[in-house]
């Protein structure tokens, strides 16, 4: 059974930053080739970031281009998200992605990841 748990979100002001952390467990994390997505209400989850197993590399939304940064230890099973000068539209429901390949490639799409986390919630104030 993989598990995955996000943590680090939280009310915020624009401007701040906050780390984003998904802890992966059940099998050998540096297999895992990992993303994060985000969710409003009533809107479509949509991709943020991605990074390839070996955390070499990585892909992101053109809207949080320069100011997140995706990064794996696979020491620690960890996905981390560092997202910095944060705004209001980055608010939403945040989402880590596993999945599982021999590939090493990055994946864009909902589909192509096979495990998911409950969710952690970051919300930017103006």
């Known amino acids: 059974q993989v598990h995955l748990a996000e943590s680090g979100g939280g009310l915020v002001q624009a401007g701040d930053s906050l780390r984003l952390s998904c802890v992966v467990s059940?099998?050998?994390?540096?297999?895992?080739?990992m993303g994060w997505f985000r969710q409003v209400p009533e809107k479509a989850r949509e991709f943020v970031a991605a990074?390839?197993?070996?955390?070499?590399?990585?892909y992101y939304a053109d809207s949080v281009k320069g100011r997140f940064t995706i990064s794996k230890d696979n020491a620690k099973n960890t996905l981390y998200l560092q997202m910095d000068n944060l705004k209001p539209e980055d608010t939403a429901v945040y989402y880590c992605?596993?999945?599982?390949?021999?590939?090493?490639?990055?994946?864009?799409?909902?589909?192509?990841?096979?495990?998911w986390g409950q969710g952690t919630q970051v919300t930017v104030s103006s």
């Open positions: 990074i390839n197993r070996n955390g070499g590399g990585t």
């Open positions: 059940g099998r050998t994390f540096s297999m895992y080739a």
């Open positions: 992605a596993a999945d599982f390949t021999i590939s090493g490639s990055y994946f864009l799409r909902e589909g192509e990841y096979d495990y």
